[in-house]
């Protein structure tokens, strides 16, 4: 599933394109909202909430959006060619001068702008929230603590502590604080964590690449995520993978043993 700064990019771009546009065509391909019609209506603004997408209309609507595993957004000149198959198109959003196109979008709602917090008022603070304050900090550093003998990888996780936070950033995350996923959250400082998931956000908001190292390169982004093969990107030792979380909650999780003290799973 996307990272918080991934749709928040998703977001950001699209507002860049639609925002003010008067929509001409309007067509969703989704059971739910096939009979919507938005002609006339001009888009007033796009808006992130964690993992979550609200594109605003003039009449006081908002199309909600999530892009799950294999979703997305595409932003062309009217008439452009699309980048994935027609068959695999959720939404259509024409414009004077720019279209917009949801790709595999499993998630689609209307509803009215000011009924979001609907959809979204459970979560807990969103990490790129533009607004953020010290009160988001201890809120999210209360929520995280409240569970204390929970394992700190599981908690990065739940959105109701804070938003925006996928596998990459869990993993990432635990390898900065020098400690393994499986810590209980009792053993790290919640306002560190909370502090430190906001800047690695913040750090890959506006761009495609996603650095937790501060390099670009290819093979040089992460410390540990995906680098089974290659090793731990500060000390050279094996890099470990574990699924943490049951069942469909479970994801595989990167570690390096030596920087990375603390409980773990057996071999």
């Known amino acids: 599933m996307p990272e918080g700064d991934t749709v928040f990019?998703?977001?950001?771009?699209?507002?860049?394109?639609?925002?003010?546009?008067r929509l001409y065509r309007t067509e969703f391909r989704h059971p739910a909202l096939a009979t919507a019609?938005?002609?006339?209506?001009?888009?007033?603004?796009?808006?992130?909430?964690?993992?979550?997408?609200?594109?605003r209309f003039s009449a006081g609507l908002s199309l909600h959006s999530h892009l799950r595993m294999d979703g997305s957004w595409q932003v062309l000149r009217p008439g452009g060619r699309w980048r994935a198959p027609a068959h695999h198109a959720r939404v259509i959003l024409a414009g004077d001068t720019a279209e917009a196109v949801g790709f595999r979008l499993h998630d689609?709602?209307?509803l009215p702008t000011?009924?979001?917090?609907?959809?979204?008022?459970?979560?807990?603070?969103?990490?790129l929230d533009p607004q953020w304050t010290s009160e988001h900090v201890r809120t999210a550093a209360g929520?995280?603590?409240?569970?204390?003998?929970?394992e700190l990888g599981l908690a990065l996780l739940d959105q109701r502590i804070m938003a925006g936070i996928g596998n990459l950033y869990k993993v990432e995350i635990c390898f900065l604080l020098g400690v393994s996923p499986w810590t209980p959250v009792s053993d790290v400082d919640p306002e560190r964590v909370v502090s430190?998931?906001?800047?690695?956000?913040?750090?890959?908001?506006?761009?495609?690449e996603q650095s937790t190292t501060g390099e670009l390169a290819r093979g040089r982004r992460n410390w540990v995520y995906e680098r089974g093969r290659h090793g731990c990107f500060r000390c050279g030792g094996r890099v470990r993978i574990a699924t943490q979380g049951a069942g469909v909650h479970g994801r595989p999780t990167w570690f390096c043993p030596r920087c990375q003290p603390g409980p773990c799973p057996d071999r």
């Open 9 to 21: 990019l998703a977001g950001r771009t699209l507002e860049r394109a639609m925002a003010g546009q």
């Open 37 to 55: 019609d938005l002609r006339g209506q001009r888009v007033s603004e796009v808006r992130t909430v964690g993992k979550h997408i609200f594109t």
């Open 108 to 110: 689609l709602e209307l």
């Open 114 to 127: 000011e009924a979001e917090s609907r959809l979204v008022g459970h979560l807990g603070p969103d990490l």
């Open 143 to 150: 929520a995280l603590a409240a569970a204390p003998e929970r």
């Open 196 to 208: 430190l998931a906001r800047k690695l956000l913040l750090a890959n908001a506006w761009r495609h």
